[in-house]
């Protein structure tokens, strides 16, 4: 059995398809499925089946990818252990972070991390998707939500608390919410969107209610909002990170204050995908971040 075929189906399996995996290796899609049909001939059994989407293994291609995996992590670790000899801590982390905590909260973390660990490449991918970390080769993902996907390996870091809050000459001239209901009839600051329809849920002791809102000025950029809400353009409600700093200056001002109020969710998460090797490089960024986020609050 050829040992790069069978390190190539590793590949396939994990890409999802012969397209994906042939932009991954850098080779074309005819080298990839030429290479899976001489190994499916050697084993004188069919190793994938295609479905509409994705190529799924047999039960004997996923004997052989169990196998395939360990082999390949196995030289990983080779060449990576042969590569540090002499050299201090060097690699690459592939890292995909919310817009409003990766902005706002994580980019001290992220350049402590690049100032300590100078030889290891950083890329970093400010997004909010949580449908494929797959497709973008991310090897680390940071995540506010309810719950982590089950596809993914999850570790929850902290939790994230939202507030709805307005600027002062805002509050002055209008007043803020006294009750839930009272943010139906104020203009809102949110990361929706637009035009949609926003529900909120929020808590207090044993009692759950949910209100549905209308923003009426929305964006995925959290500095935006903090900015629209310190013009005074209504009430936000964002993550408490967001507006911290304004509020300890008296420049913002919380209402609600007795409820916990949830829109997206209120739990980070650390996510990656099951399986996949971590270099010494992606182990030490995640050690570095849950050690960040355990002193955070």
Not at 125 to 138: K, T, Y
Request: aromatic share 6%; glycine share 6%; hydrophobic share 40%.
């Amino acid at each position: 059995m050829d040992l790069t075929g069978l390190v190539l189906l590793v590949d396939i399996l994990d890409a999802g398809n012969l397209s994906s995996a042939a932009r991954k290796l850098k080779v074309s899609r005819a080298n990839v499925s030429y290479h899976l049909q001489q190994l499916e001939k050697s084993v004188g059994a069919q190793l994938v089946r295609r479905t509409t989407r994705r190529i799924e293994p047999t039960e004997i291609g996923q004997t052989l990818y169990r196998h395939g995996r360990a082999i390949r992590d196995e030289l990983t670790a080779a060449r990576e252990a042969i590569d540090s000899l002499g050299r201090g801590l060097h690699g690459a982390v592939r890292v995909s972070v919310p817009t409003g905590f990766g902005q706002l909260v994580m980019t001290g973390w992220l350049l402590e991390f690049k100032r300590q660990y100078p030889d290891i490449s950083l890329e970093l991918l400010f997004e909010n998707r949580v449908d494929d970390l797959l497709r973008d080769e991310v090897d680390v993902a940071i995540r506010v939500m309810s719950e982590p996907p089950e596809a993914l390996v999850a570790r929850e870091l902290a939790q994230v608390r939202y507030v709805a809050c307005a600027s002062d000459v805002f509050t002055r001239i209008h007043g803020l919410p006294d009750d839930l209901e009272d943010l139906r009839r104020m203009p809102l600051i949110t990361s929706s969107v637009v035009g949609r329809e926003l529900r909120l849920s929020a808590y207090k002791d044993q009692v759950r209610q949910e209100v549905t809102l209308s923003p009426t000025l929305a964006s995925e950029n959290f500095q935006f909002l903090r900015e629209a809400i310190l013009s005074g353009l209504g009430v936000g409600l964002v993550p408490s990170y967001v507006v911290q700093e304004d509020v300890n200056t008296g420049r913002v001002v919380t209402a609600l204050n007795n409820w916990r109020l949830s829109i997206f969710g209120t739990r980070l998460f650390l996510l990656r995908m099951p399986g996949r090797y971590q270099t010494q490089a992606v182990r030490t960024f995640i050690d570095f971040v849950i050690e960040k986020a355990s002193r955070w609050r």
